[in-house]
């Protein structure tokens, strides 16, 4: 079936780099984007890879490999308001209509 | 303006009432869609509407009924019901086309059915 999948949970500690990764399973793919997730707060776009390589957005960098199905977002210096669950999402229909989401990774950072 | 919003925060109603949900904004997106949420999992997609128009719907059951009047607001009727239909309500907006990978949401309705 067509789906992305990510970690449940990853944890660091506050100045650490953590990276959040996600495979995908589809017959066509044309890009994937990522959002943060506060508890009880709405999605927030972080960015969207259309073609393979690095985004990078301040302390945030994002990476495509469509030739690998998989994809990965990159925190650095992380601050405890990075707290949150993250999530992956493509087009995995490939009528630039609709996201499918992962199943999101839920990130500690402790002090 | 980037910002969706949505009313109202909190909803609590029996299974035989009838209510609904209101979203705006203002940004001029033209691609507007409701999720739903469950604790611990990702949004699920009900509807998209493309220029006032459904575009997507993903098989919901129809007790719930969406409706575009206009290109800034989005509702969605609820109708009898379940109690596992209890969960966080999102909008969201983008632009056409193409505008689909950078979602605005707003901060959700948290339904209750009892």
């Known amino acids: 079936g067509q789906s992305l999948e990510q970690p449940s949970e990853v944890t660091a500690v506050e100045g650490a780099i953590v990276q959040i990764n996600c495979t995908y399973q589809?017959?066509?793919?044309?890009?994937l984007s990522w959002y943060q997730q506060h508890d009880g707060g709405a999605p927030t776009f972080l960015s969207y890879n259309a073609l393979d390589g690095l985004e990078e957005t301040g302390r945030f960098s994002s990476f495509l490999s469509r030739s690998d199905s998989y994809g990965y977002l990159l925190l650095q210096e992380l601050q405890m308001k990075d707290s949150a669950s993250y999530f992956c999402?493509?087009?995995?229909?490939?009528?630039?209509?609709?996201?499918?989401f992962g199943s999101g990774t839920q990130l500690t950072v402790l002090p | 303006d980037t910002e969706v919003t949505q009313t109202p925060k909190h909803l609590v109603m029996g299974m035989t009432n009838k209510k609904s949900l209101k979203c705006e904004q203002h940004m001029g997106h033209r691609a507007m869609y409701w999720y739903k949420q469950k604790a611990k999992k990702p949004p699920e997609l009900m509807f998209v509407?493309?220029?006032?128009?459904?575009?997507i719907n993903e098989s919901v059951p129809s007790r719930f009924s969406p409706e575009c009047p206009n290109s800034s607001l989005l509702n969605l009727h609820l109708h009898a019901l379940q109690p596992e239909d209890s969960a966080l309500y999102l909008c969201a907006s983008s632009q056409v086309p193409a505008g689909v990978y950078e979602q605005y949401f707003g901060p959700g309705t948290r339904l209750t059915v009892t």
């Open positions: 589809t017959s066509g793919f044309y890009g």
């Open positions: 999402a493509g087009d995995l229909s490939g009528s630039a209509r609709q996201l499918t």
């Open positions: 509407y493309s220029y006032e128009k459904l575009s």
